[in-house]
């Protein structure tokens, strides 16, 4: 989905007007407009995007983006495209995403009862008492809604789908057959901020939360939603109760999280993994297909395909069993 269903967005932006904004001198074709700004994988010819950790640089032989902003460390890294050189691009990429979207750190709730919309009528919709449904909703046939939930503006949900109680979901697309059990928090902003001497700075988080197809999501989970991408569970996943979802991760298809496991921002994991209870995923790591997790177990780099870790740092499962006697 390239439009922004959840925020405003500025038209254009001048590459002026960026230059500015990031305090360094302007660069060629400083009179030029961009569209967005986007990750590298989704960036298309006018938009700016940005590296940051040498982690992406997979990514650049298919950039389209012709504007990168970057640090002067990676710059080596980046050919045939016009550098904006900063010093934190992460500092840059927040002040810029606020440019494109003035409203990007707004967090404004429902202050409207029950909202009897037209695209709602006639359909098969079973809502519990003191339901909260914002402007813009729309809910396929057969689903049913819990006491007390909030189901915030613009939100998407797909047929024959069973929200629980007490369940806020924002900044969302759900599909079709999904089951998400009391308590959960679907769309929140992730943490994401820039420590200062006597404040915080807070980064904008425009992304959103994509469930696909078959998916079940437990009681009390907390899934974010993404800074510039999304956040995504892929078909037929099943995630047990207080499973902790940062921004930008990527969980493939076929895959079991149990209970108390968080992820960290960006990581992906891959299908049919399986992830014991209280285990912990690093940030910006890849999980490949068919990896097992045992539980407890702190994940700190990329796990290859078809691999059984367990421990902390997770190893292979048989080293541990070895180790451990």
Do not use: W
């Amino acid at each position: 989905m390239s439009k922004n269903i959840f925020y405003k967005k500025i038209n254009k932006v001048s590459l002026k007007k960026i230059c500015k904004e990031l305090k360094i001198p302007n660069i060629k074709k400083s009179n030029f407009y961009l569209n967005d700004i986007k990750t590298l994988d989704e960036a298309n010819t006018n938009d700016i995007t940005f590296l940051h950790n040498p982690k992406y640089l997979d990514y650049l032989p298919k950039v389209k983006s012709n504007f990168v902003i970057t640090t002067s460390r990676l710059k080596k890294y980046i050919f045939n495209k016009n550098l904006l050189i900063v010093e934190n691009v992460l500092i840059g990429v927040s002040k810029i995403t606020k440019l494109f979207y003035p409203n990007s750190l707004d967090e404004n709730f429902i202050t409207r009862k029950f909202i009897k919309q037209n695209s709602l009528k006639n359909k098969k919709i079973t809502l519990g008492l003191n339901v909260v449904i914002g402007k813009n909703v729309k809910i396929g046939n057969n689903t049913f809604i819990g006491h007390n939930s909030i189901i915030e503006d613009n939100v998407i949900i797909g047929r024959n789908c069973s929200i629980g109680s007490n369940v806020i979901i924002k900044k969302t697309i759900i599909g079709n057959n999904v089951n998400i059990l009391d308590g959960a928090v679907i769309g929140k902003k992730g943490f994401g901020f820039f420590p200062q001497k006597n404040r915080n700075i807070r980064y904008p988080h425009i992304g959103m939360v994509i469930i696909k197809d078959n998916v079940e999501i437990g009681s009390n989970n907390t899934i974010d939603r993404g800074s510039l991408g999304n956040t995504i569970i892929g078909e037929n996943t099943f995630l047990d109760n207080q499973v902790h979802i940062a921004h930008n991760v990527k969980i493939g298809k076929n895959c079991i999280i149990t209970a108390q496991v968080g992820f960290a921002g960006s990581s992906e994991v891959g299908d049919n993994v399986s992830i014991g209870g209280q285990a912990g995923v690093s940030g910006h790591l890849k999980i490949g297909n068919n990896v097992q997790i045992g539980g407890g177990s702190g994940v700190l780099k990329n796990i290859p395909d078809n691999t059984k870790v367990m421990g902390y740092p997770a190893k292979d499962i048989r080293l541990f069993i070895k180790e451990n006697k």
